[in-house]
T-cell receptor, first 109, second 116 residues
Framework: SQKIEQNSEALNIQEGKTATLTCNYT??????LQWYRQDPGRGPVFLLL?????KEKRKERLKVTFDTTLKQSLFHITASQPADSATYLC????????FGTGTRLKVLA | NAGVMQNPRHLVRRRGQEARLRCSPV?????VYWYRQLPEEGLKFMVY????????ESGMPKERFSAEFPKEGPSILRIQQVVRGDSAAYFC??????????????FGPGTRLTVL
């Protein structure tokens, strides 16, 4: 079965540093991957989408990469801020959406 | 411009009662998805509906759970004879297109169901 795997351990980093989150998938590469942010008690919010033919995608301080050889996507937040603290979810779509368990990021002031 | 609306936001039921969760998608979106989330866990797909049709219900338990998305009105996720294990946050999401299109999903705030 298709799976999305994210590091379930929380990631703590110092303000101003770059946070890097990992998303690994099994089986065949999806046409694209999506990244969402979820704050406690709220629904996920879409951040970025990257297609399999795109190596890298940027949006402000966010950068996503997609490596079909490694079956992996990396999500970077540069110049991180305490307000970036949240859980970040990776998702792929085949016919339905399959989400990873998410990685909780905490940016320390 | 309203996003996805879910109600109620919090629902408390006793074992054996029925729970009805409502979802109004973004205006113009005809594809609705329901997910369940337990604390410290990811989103688990339950069902994918298009207006008046269930497209994929592979993530939904075959007993006690049902979903609909009528031509008029919100999508409803119905849980009959609730048990404590049904306690979770239930999220609804909508998208403008279905299939394998590169569409983001717009999520609602969720309904937190507590079964006593």
């Amino acid at each position: 079965s298709q799976k999305i795997e994210q590091n379930s351990e929380a990631l703590n980093i110092q303000e101003g540093k770059t946070a890097t989150l990992t998303c690994n998938y099994t089986n065949y590469s999806p046409a694209y991957l999506q990244w969402y942010r979820q704050d406690p008690g709220r629904g996920p919010v879409f951040l970025l989408l990257i297609r399999e033919n795109e190596k890298e995608k940027r949006k402000e301080r966010l950068k996503v990469t997609f490596d079909t050889t490694l079956k992996q996507s990396l999500f970077h937040i540069t110049a991180s801020q305490p307000a970036d603290s949240a859980t970040y979810l990776c998702a792929k779509r085949t016919y339905k959406y399959i989400f990873g368990t998410g990685t909780r990021l905490k940016v320390l002031a | 411009n309203a996003g996805v609306m879910q109600n109620p936001r919090h629902l408390v039921r006793r074992r054996g009662q029925e729970a009805r969760l409502r979802c109004s998608p973004v205006k113009g979106h005809s594809h609705v998805y329901w997910y369940r989330q337990l604390p410290e866990e990811g989103l688990k797909f339950m069902v994918y509906l298009q207006k008046e049709n269930i497209i994929d219900e592979s993530g939904m338990p075959k007993e006690r759970f049902s979903a609909e998305f009528p031509k008029e009105g919100p999508s409803i996720l119905r849980i009959q004879q609730v048990v404590r294990g049904d306690s979770a946050a239930y999220f609804c999401a909508s998208s403008p297109q279905g299939g394998q299109g590169a569409n983001e999903q717009f999520f609602g705030p969720g309904t937190r169901l507590t079964v006593l």
